[in-house]
């Protein structure tokens, strides 16, 4: 039978490379945390670590264990959290963390089901970082982040997500721009020309989110707005700029060398503590509805 004590301070061991190191990352005495291991290394008849110095380096049993072992904490993690914090709680401010490029529809539409289901709830809509939208989750500061992800989906084990779909985006610029009448134009004219990126693209390192190295840094899609019409482009979600294209105040551009769209995969990040919330469990079934039917 193996405890969770033993499995926390396998982990914690394995992580920071030793038993002194593993006790202070865990608040535990050493000799508990190699009690723990000890006990797990005689329960399952082989040696998880080899000493040496002061260092506890793993052995080949030990690295075919970890990745269970890190899956078995986080579900540990998990349940203590929901039993202690999602039943019984009454939750009557929502904070919602989003980036600029999230859809505005799928704002509104869950504003309203919120709005329809929950008028008791008062909903507050902050654009955020990622990584301070992580944070806020973690120490419940924020309840959902609406945020995008890179290549792969590396969240804190603290936080939960549902990957919702693509939001396309494409290159924009003003309609007096040399670019805005051009069948098409290449990237190398693209690093030539002022770009606009937005703050929480550039921080969280979007793949692909810098093209020139003559480029501005801004916070919101109104603010690129008023910028093209001075000059320079930026990539801005289709959904947003449709409007402003039909009202001829910016030009899609074609690249050459991008025969599609610009795609981000936008994520609904949550912490598990309040996965089991009323409130927090419509509003999930909400993004989750509308993203089926327009994400793809």
Known sequence: ??????I?????????????AAARKIGRDRSTVREHVTILEDNIGVELFEIVGRSAIPTAPAK????????????IEEFEQAALHSFGQELLTLNIYYDPIVPTSLIAHLANKMEENHPEVQINWLQKHRQQAMEDLISRQAHLAL?????????????????????????????????????SVRIAELQLSKQYIFETHFDAELQGTKISPNYSLIGSNDLALKLLKHG??????????????????????????????IDYNICV???????HNDVISYALDQIRSYSQQKLK
């Open 147 to 183: 945020m995008p992800i890179k290549m792969m989906v590396k969240p804190d084990k603290e936080v939960n997500y549902i990957n919702l779909g693509r939001v396309p985006l494409s290159v924009y610029t003003g309609r007096s721009h040399t670019f805005a009448n051009r069948k």
């Open 64 to 75: 075919q264990l970890f990745p269970r072992s890190v899956a078995i904490t986080r579900q």
């Open 232 to 261: 320079g482009w930026a990539a801005l979600p289709d959904e947003f700029a449709k409007d402003f294209v039909e009202l001829g105040y910016i030009r899609k551009v074609d690249c050459y060398e991008l025969v599609n769209t």
């Open 8 to 20: 926390i301070s396998f982990c914690a061991v394995y992580e920071e490379g030793s038993y002194s």
């Open 269 to 275: 990040f949550f912490s598990p503590s309040l996965e």
């Open 1 to 6: 039978m193996f405890t969770r004590d033993q």
